[in-house]
């Protein structure tokens, strides 16, 4: 440290960063107390496949320079959640670190969520080792065919071992149950535009006063209200992250042979595969394959498996490029 630097106010302090917006980034502090900061031009983007170095949740270190604060530190990351950036292709973006859990929000109304969206949350979050609840939200709307729709894909979702909540925030259902499970907690909140994640947090909270709004009556598709993610302190002792709508999430650290380790209820059929680099596709003496004819592993499960794989291996070839 030279003279200049000692002889400014120079106050450290330990934070979470709850807002990132790329240049600028709220940090609060274990004072309780939010600050704005810079981040200090030393960090470099990691292997290189983020598009930003710095996260929502991100534990960091915080200096006040005369006035000013600056990122200093990023603690190692528990875990993290990436999306396929939006503007690169083959890049990811970190959509937030260091969570406990995961509430996917999702909905057999408008706009439908399919199985292949909720299987690939799935197995990034299995990848982390990060244990997500399916929340099913509008239960107020669904008409007879939704229903029928939702009890399939619940059902298919609960036997293999996710908790499944059916709420609406427009009749309260499901929604105390949910402030149980997030008490104490860092939950992170995904799903697409126009699900709900944000109505759901005003409801939990409605302090928090979120900005909502009407989805579009032409195309069904949301209008990205929320546009960047940002964690949200609760009355009930809960530290929520609600993040914009996501059309797909990234799956870059994997290798293609990994993903089927990370469909849960496939993993109990892998060893007994004739071929240990098997693929579960058309592979001779496959038990996975075995079991799904066999009705033991949903068909949607497997063919989203297989769509999964074939776009992995695809964009797989482009990054190593
Ligand atoms: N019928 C019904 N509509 C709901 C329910 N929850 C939310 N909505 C409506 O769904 C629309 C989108 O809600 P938002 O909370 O803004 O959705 P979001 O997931 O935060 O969307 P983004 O911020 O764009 O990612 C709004 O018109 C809400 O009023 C529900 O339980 N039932
Ligand atoms: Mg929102
Ligand atoms: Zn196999």
């Known amino acids: 440290m030279d003279a200049d630097t000692i002889s400014i106010s120079l106050t450290t302090m330990e934070g979470v960063v709850i807002k990132s917006t790329g240049s600028w980034y709220d940090v609060r502090t274990q004072a309780g107390e939010t600050v704005p900061c810079r981040l200090k031009g ?43 950036s939006p503007k690169h292709k083959g890049a990811r973006q970190l959509l937030a670190a260091n969570v406990d859990q995961c509430l996917l929000i999702v909905t057999m109304a408008s706009p439908r969520t399919s199985t292949g969206f909720i299987d690939r949350f799935l197995l990034t979050a299995e990848a982390y080792h990060i244990p997500t609840y399916l929340v099913f939200n509008k239960q107020d709307i669904l008409d007879p065919k939704g229903l029928k729709k939702q009890q399939y894909v619940t059902d298919m979702y609960a036997r293999i071992g996710y908790p499944v909540h059916l709420v609406s925030t427009y009749t309260d259902q499901g929604i105390d149950e949910l ?21 759901l947090l005003n409801k939990l909270d409605p302090r928090l006063e979120l900005r909502t709004t009407d989805i579009s009556r032409i195309t ?37 042979e990994e993903i089927s380790h990370y469909y849960v209820e496939m993993r109990q059929y892998i060893p007994l595969c004739r071929f240990n680099n098997c693929m579960h596709d058309n592979e001779p003496g496959c038990a996975v394959r075995q079991a799904y004819l066999d009705g033991k592993i949903a068909e949607d499960r497997y063919i989203n498996y297989l769509t999964i794989m074939a776009d992995y291996k695809a964009n797989y070839k482009h990054w190593e490029e």
């Open 42 to 84: 030393v960090f470099r983007l990691d292997e290189s496949k983020d598009t930003n170095p710095l996260t929502v949740g991100d534990r960091v270190t915080v200096e006040n320079e005369d006035g000013d604060w600056m990122i200093t530190q990023i603690a190692e990351r528990q875990n993290y959640i990436v999306r396929a």
């Open 179 to 199: 402030k149980d499970l997030l008490r104490n907690k860092t939950t992170l909140v995904a799903g697409h535009s126009g699900v709900g994640k944000s109505s």
């Open 220 to 256: 069904g598709k949301g209008m990205h209200t929320t546009t960047f993610a940002e964690m949200h302190f609760t009355d009930f002792g809960a530290q929520i992250i609600d993040t914009p709508g996501v059309r797909e999430f990234g799956l870059m650290h994997f290798l293609p």
